[in-house]
């Protein structure tokens, strides 16, 4: 299965009705084996962090399995906005969770 980077947005989008899905393909050369995503969902409301990212896995299970590496940030639209509003980029924050298909 090829996999990209707009492959992975629109499901996230779809399945998870996330309001902001940012997608990076981080593989030397843009070659698809390593992505970094953030996804803005309210499905995520009141769900730990696991919770959240065991949402992400599930939507991506297929796609996780020809993925090496896949780095996941998942907040709600409220985190998101008080995010946005003290000026916090994404890049700053550290990675919460790192997948390995080794």
């Known amino acids: 299965m090829a996999v990209s980077a707009d ?4 499901k ?3 399945e998870l009705e996330a309001v ?3 997608v990076e393909d981080t593989s030397p050369e843009r070659c698809a084996a390593s992505f970094k995503v953030l996804v803005v969902s309210a499905q995520f409301e009141g769900k730990s962090l696991l919770q959240r990212h065991r949402m992400v896995n599930m939507c991506l299970a297929e796609e996780l399995k020809a993925i090496h590496a896949f780095e996941q940030k998942t907040l709600t639209p409220e985190h998101w906005d008080k995010m946005k509003q003290q000026d ?3 890049s700053d924050m550290q990675p919460y969770f790192v997948f390995r298909n080794l």
């Not at 492959?7 to 629109?10: A, G, T, Y």
């Open 7 to 10: 492959h992975i947005r629109e």
């Open 12 to 14: 996230l989008i779809k």
């Open 20 to 22: 902001h899905v940012d």
């Open 88 to 90: 916090i980029h994404i």
